[in-house]
Each structure stands twice: as structure tokens, then as C-alpha cells.
């Protein structure tokens, strides 16, 4: 019985300066606030035409189309018409 009490003395001894021996636990750092939601500020006016806006409009010339050349004519290795 005695000996039961020793060793079971001896393991509350051994816990109890485990436990206090232990580094007291950091406490955990507060995390920074969110980034601010972006701002857009207006800085100069456009046109001021809605969807137009979107894409310029191709203008047509009053000129006539140039006349496009004739396709290249396909050739062998040696350089001569097929």
C-alpha cells in the first residue's frame, strides 16, 4: 500500500513540475482590420454619348477602293509554275 502511495506521489510530483516548467502560452496576436474598399473618382467627362460611346464608328471614305492584286501563284521547289 505504501508503495502504491510513493509511486503514485511521485507521479503528481513529476506532473505538477512538468506543467509549471512549461513556457506560459503566447497569447495569439489581434489580425489586422480588412484593406478599405476601393474609390473611383471621376476625373474628366467623356462625350457624354450613352452606347455610342462603346466603339467608335468606322467612317467611309468618298474615295474608291484600291484595286487589290492578283493572288501569288503557287510555284515547285525549283521555282518553276506548277
Known sequence: MKL???VMLSILL??????A?????????????PPQPMTFFV???GAG??????RPRRRRSSL???PRP??????TARGTPT
Open 14 to 19: 513529476g506532473t505538477l513540475l512538468t506543467v
Open 21 to 33: 516548467a512549461q513556457t506560459p502560452a503566447q497569447p495569439i496576436p489581434a489580425q489586422p482590420p
Open 70 to 75: 492578283p493572288p501569288a501563284r503557287a510555284t
Open 4 to 6: 502504491i502511495a510513493t
Open 64 to 66: 474608291p477602293a484600291a
Open 49 to 54: 454619348n450613352g452606347s455610342e460611346s462603346r
Open 43 to 45: 476625373t474628366s467627362a
